[in-house]
Structure formats: structure tokens, C-alpha cells
């Protein structure tokens, strides 16, 4: 997630290089041992509305993440490895926290290091979970903060909504944009699936095309279980986990 309030963030050619300097095919062997999907946009395909078309994502591609920081102006006047403009080096911070998501803490330690290839200065700031989610929810604390897409079964609007969506006299959690903010109110209205289809793309497409989120990768989901369990089923929401109901087991 990154911060609208943060005015480098707030060039499109600075948010595009994120997404180009980032290996995700890197982060899913080397973090994740390979039991994860590299991501392209913000949800998954297995997400109703997502398509190859309307979530393409970006490929990773540090010479064109150099391309476009240059294209904003910025440059390494002083050659201390750090791009910089009118002065001001390009840092930012990325908050996230360990005690939930122990994976979290590598996978930034790469965003840092990769975003460093470039020139772009990241400073990671590790914190407790209830400090991490006030950052999120109350003081917005943070130019970039790691965070996770939900698997309730009211997806994709459940989760758009409620991280884009602005009401009025109040802020959006992620990224505002008004022209967003109105897809996700049709959208909730159309009864019609092939202009649901219509306007999520528009959705999608926004989100992905103005670079709005960094999409890392979709991890997969882990159970333990002893073998005399049979029928073990993934649910379709976080809540549930597993379809208790149809366990059975083995004599």
C-alpha cells in the first residue's frame, strides 16, 4: 500500500518504478520456497471479475524503473547511490510488522534492497502488531506498508470498498482516487453480469494502469493435518479455514 499524502508518491512514473524493480518470481523461490504464485495485480484470477486483461501487472524491469525516475527529474546529483530532486532525496518509509506474517520482515528486507538498485532510498520500520494496524487505520504513519488482500467470499467488492472507497468526510484506507471512487459505487448497482464485468474492468484496470498498490505475490495457504482426517477442505473464507462439517474420520 502507499501513502497518497506522500507528494513523491504522488508522480505516477515514482509509483511505476516500484512495481518494475521488484523480482517476484525472486521473492516466491528465495522467501516463500516456491509455495506461492508471483503476482500480477492486486487480487488473483481465482477472484470472480479478474482477468489477464484488466490485472496485467508489471514485469520486473530496473532499467525501465531508471527510465521512468529520470523522466520525473530525478537524478544522483551528489553519487551517493540515492536519486534525489531539487535537492530531496527519494526515501521512503516502509512500515510493516513480524508477529503475524514472520515472512513480512524478508520480503521488505528485499523491497529495501531492490528499490536500492535504482536509486531509491526505503527505510524500513518494524512495529508491534497493534502499532502496525494504527498506523494503517488511524495516523496513516507510513509512506509504503505492507499488507495482506482478505478471502472473504464478498470479494472483489468486500475488499475494494473497503480500502479505496472514500466517503464522504472521511478518508479512503489505501490509495483515493475520485474517479475510482465512483466505479465502486456503480458497480455495487449493476444487476447485469456482462456490465459488472464491464465496470470492474475499468476497476482493475485503474488500479493497475496508475500503479496504485505494489502487488507482490499470492502465498498459498498451509494446513497440518494427521492422516486419519479425510475430506479435509479449504473454505471459501479466512473465517471458516476448513469445512469442519465434512471431516471425517478413519477408523
Not at 508522480?11 to 522467501?31: F, G, P, Q
Not at 523522466?71 to 510488522?97: A, R, W
Not at 467470499?153 to 472507497?165: A, E, I, K, Q, V
Request: charged letters at 25%.
Amino acid at each position: 500500500m502507499l501513502n497518497q499524502e506522500n507528494t513523491a508518491l504522488q508522480d505516477e512514473n515514482v509509483r511505476l518504478a516500484l512495481n518494475y524493480v521488484i523480482d517476484k518470481d525472486s521473492i516466491v523461490e528465495n522467501i516463500f520456497g516456491g509455495d506461492a504464485i508471483a503476482a500480477k495485480g492486486i487480487l488473483p484470477d481465482t477472484v470472480p471479475y479478474v482477468t489477464d486483461e484488466n490485472s496485467k501487472g508489471y514485469s520486473y524491469n530496473p532499467e525501465k524503473a531508471k527510465e521512468l525516475l529520470a523522466k520525473s527529474g530525478y537524478t544522483d546529483s551528489d553519487g551517493d547511490g540515492i536519486v534525489d530532486k531539487n535537492g530531496v532525496p527519494l526515501s521512503l518509509k516502509l512500515v510493516f510488522q513480524s508477529e503475524e506474517y514472520s515472512s513480512w520482515k524478508s520480503m521488505c528486507e528485499y523491497l529495501q534492497a531492490a528499490a536500492k538498485e535504482v536509486g531509491i532510498d526505503v527505510q524500513l520500520k518494524q512495529l508491534d502488531t497493534s502499532a502496525y494496524y494504527d498506523a494503517i487505520w488511524k495516523n496513516r504513519d507510513f509512506d509504503m506498508i505492507i499488507y495482506r488482500t482478505y478471502e472473504d467470499s464478498w470479494n472483489p467488492h468486500g475488499f475494494l470498498r473497503s480500502m479505496f472507497y472514500q466517503p464522504e468526510g472521511s478518508k479512503s484506507v489505501c490509495w483515493y482516487d475520485p474517479q475510482l471512487n465512483t466505479y465502486l459505487d456503480e458497480v455495487i448497482k449493476t444487476q447485469d453480469e456482462a456490465t459488472r464485468q464491464a465496470k470492474y474492468d475499468q476497476i482493475f484496470k485503474l488500479i493497475n494502469d496508475k500503479a496504485l498498490v505494489v502487488p507482490l505475490c499470492y502465498p498459498n495457504k498451509q494446513y497440518v493435518y494427521n492422516t486419519h482426517l479425510q475430506n479435509v477442505t479449504v473454505a471459501p473464507t479466512s473465517y471458516e479455514g476448513i469445512e469442519w462439517q465434512l471431516i471425517t474420520i478413519a477408523k
